[in-house]
């Protein structure tokens, strides 16, 4: 019970705080209008590192993410049993997380009429600068297995200033990395919110791009999984 508690508030929090940024910078009547790509990856960062501290007070090891779970499980570095607490954590604290972001900027979503003017499910959920499945999915891929596999070797990542280190490493591969697709990284960042977008009654929303939505749930699972796959071999 508190993996799962500490990963729904975990997720709750950095949903909160990356997608809020994601609303401040598109939506009408922002005074964050206008900030930039290196803004945004901060922002994300950030909010990964308050996510992990929070969920690891209160009880789990913040991995705050499907890919990392999964990743970690299948060779080992985190037991089965605890998986399916954490997936439901991280899927319904990312859901809520939407919510409130939804909520909180709900008068901002009823100036900004099109989804040229910024209200757009890009606010809750990733896309691709050149849509290309293949590439799409090789680019999730990629960065989620240099994510995941710098974790495992950062040890006890929920510890310390540990924390840091991975909003700082959020940062960089969005630096790097993350201008093909949006860096989703993580299936329920995706795909928890860009449900919200679907069912919630936000006004003047547009298309929430469910036949891209695979991308971001296999390609990061795959990234975690190659991860695992390779720290196990060296370590063997």
Request: aromatic share 16%; net charge neutral; glycine share 12%.
């Amino acid at each position: 019970m508190s993996g799962f508690i500490g990963e729904f508030f975990g997720m709750m929090i950095l949903i909160v705080f990356g997608t809020g940024c994601g609303a401040a910078i598109n939506l009408k009547k922002s005074y964050a209008k206008g900030s930039n790509w290196l803004y945004v990856s901060l922002a994300w960062g950030m909010a990964v590192t308050f996510g992990v501290y929070a969920a690891a007070n209160l009880g789990s090891q913040g991995h705050l993410n499907p890919a990392v779970t999964i990743g970690f499980a299948c060779f080992g570095f985190f037991p089965w049993h605890e998986v399916l607490p954490y997936l439901l954590g991280q899927f319904l604290g990312a859901f809520v997380g939407a919510v409130l972001v939804a909520i909180q900027f709900y008068p901002h979503f009823k100036e900004t009429k099109t989804a040229e003017e910024g209200n757009n499910v890009g606010i809750f959920a990733t896309g691709p600068a050149i849509k290309n499945n293949l590439f799409n999915f090789l680019s999730e891929t990629i960065a989620t297995f240099f994510f995941v596999f710098t974790l495992l070797n950062l040890g006890d990542f929920d510890k310390g200033l540990k924390p840091i280190a991975v909003g700082l490493l959020i940062m960089v591969i969005g630096q790097a990395l993350g201008g093909t697709t949006g860096f989703a990284l993580n299936p329920a960042r995706d795909w928890s919110p860009r449900f919200a977008y679907t069912v919630l009654p936000i006004p003047n929303k547009s298309d929430a791009n469910w036949s891209y939505a695979w991308v971001p749930m296999f390609g990061p699972l795959v990234g975690g999984i190659l991860a695992g796959a390779l720290q196990y071999l060296l370590i063997k």
